[in-house]
């Protein structure tokens, strides 16, 4: 990562050089070379060379610590990709696009994949952690050592009675947010499923009374290491899973009906899921393939249609 970072300032400084020197020598400069024009266009020149020299030094600085000097490294993104979208609308208007899209290759294109993965790289880092530990808890661990906040053990919870468990994203996020407005009505579906609902997050025993009344009186279990998370298979959230185009638009949507958003309270990179757990095993499991995936009660009880009014299960 830092080689690449290191590799790309060096070639954007002297690509910038090359721009700045040859708009001073030659008339019409780089424009001119790429045949779009030669007429004096000495100071279109030079705001692109002056650019690309600017990003070459922000990227060496850049390179000797990626992740913690990442807004350089975002700089130096951006103006990759406005470069080459302003010299993609130029293709069809110069006589040589053959020797633009050289520059463009040298310049800009082959660093764009080295960028984009520093940065996602500083995403993983500010925003989440791996998983503390290498192996999951099996459920049976998991149960015995994870307590709600009425004083039970998971594993004693899910004797009496079946538990809805909804595991949440950060409590900042717009998706979670959306869930504690409707957390009434969740609570109300489960009971008449004969369940009890409980929320599983990523703060400090006690400090998700921040975000969700206690006087709701719902059970709530604390995960600050994500181990019950990883003991019920939910995983860290790729790109794509985060940041693709449906959790966009649905984001967009919540954030139009008011949600929301907050500072990231959790680990960011964690996807949500829904279970329905008795007797220490998974009944039903909704584990969240996006961020924007919302717990389905309705649908995840619908897949055990023998669990009574009672909340039991005919063995």
Request: one cysteine or more.
């Amino acid at each position: 990562m830092k080689c690449a970072l290191f590799a790309a300032g060096v070639a954007h400084l002297i690509a910038g050089a090359w721009m700045l020197i040859h708009s001073i020598s030659d008339h019409g400069g780089f424009f001119c070379w790429v045949g779009w024009g030669c007429e004096d266009r000495t100071a279109m020149t030079i705001g692109p060379g002056i650019a690309s020299v600017v990003t070459g030094i922000l990227l060496l600085v850049g390179s000797h610590a990626p992740v913690r000097w990442w807004p350089l490294v975002a700089v130096g993104f951006l103006k990759v990709n406005l470069f080459i979208a302003a010299f993609a609308f130029l293709a069809f208007e110069v006589a040589h696009p053959g020797r633009l899209f050289v520059f463009l290759l040298a310049d800009d294109l082959i660093w764009w994949l080295p960028l984009a993965a520093t940065l996602w790289a500083a995403v993983r880092a500010h925003l989440g952690q791996p998983f503390h530990r290498d192996t999951p808890l099996t459920l049976e661990e998991a149960g015995e050592r994870f307590h709600l906040s009425t004083g039970e053990s998971l594993a004693e919870a899910s004797r009496d009675r079946t538990l809805a468990l909804v595991f949440l994203r950060h409590f900042g996020c717009t998706f979670t947010r959306k869930i504690l407005r409707e957390l009434e009505q969740l609570q109300e579906r489960a009971e008449q499923e004969g369940a009890q609902l409980v929320l599983v997050h990523m703060l400090g025993e006690g400090d998700e009374t921040r975000y969700v009344n206690p006087r709701r009186r719902v059970a709530r279990i604390s995960d600050p290491l994500c181990e019950l998370y990883q003991a019920f298979g939910l995983h860290k959230g790729t790109f794509l899973e985060l940041f693709g185009p449906r959790v966009l638009f649905a984001w967009l949507r919540l954030m139009i009906g008011g949600c929301g958003v907050g500072h990231v309270a959790g680990d960011g990179l964690q996807l949500p899921g829904a279970f329905l757990f008795r007797d220490g095993r998974i009944l039903a499991a909704q584990r969240a393939h996006q961020q924007s995936e919302l717990p389905d009660l309705p649908a995840l009880f619908d897949r055990v249609p023998e669990i009574t009014e009672a909340g039991r299960v005919p063995a």
